[in-house]
Nanobody
Framework: QVQLVESGGGLVQPGGSLRLSCAAS????????MGWYRQAPGKQRELVAT???????NYADSVKGRFTISRDNAKNTVYLQMSSLKPEDTAVYYC???????????????WGQGTQVTVST
């Protein structure tokens, strides 16, 4: 099973930057896509960005040009560099990973516990 631990959240002023990290640990055969999702109060969880093990990326329209997702496969870690932050980016950010426990297993999903990002003056 994969455990995901996020870090890097906090309070930042509008226009500022933050970098989130998510490290995967535990027992697994492989990890494919990793990604970031967010959930604001009273809203549904939404996709922010994903990245495959090969480096293909996908972004929500609302963050294109401002956020950059990257990963270090050797460290099983995914990052989210957030720039030009807006108050509407305020949310709990969750890390997600698709993984296989063994070479013959189906793909499973794992979620981190979330990290709060607050954009405010």
């Amino acid at each position: 099973q994969v455990q995901l631990v996020e870090s890097g959240g906090g309070l930042v002023q509008p226009g500022g930057s933050l970098r989130l990290s998510c490290a995967a640990s535990g027992s697994f055969f492989s990890i494919n896509a990793m990604g970031w999702y967010r959930q604001a109060p009273g809203k549904q969880r939404e996709l922010v960005a994903t990245i495959t093990s090969g480096g293909s990326t996908n972004y929500a329209d609302s963050v294109k040009g401002r956020f950059t997702i990257s990963r270090d496969n050797a460290k099983n870690t995914v990052y989210l560099q957030m720039s030009s932050l807006k108050p509407e980016d305020t949310a709990v950010y969750y890390c997600n990973a698709d993984y296989r426990p063994t070479w013959y297993s189906n793909w499973l999903g794992s979620w981190g516990q979330g990290t709060q990002v607050t954009v405010s003056t």
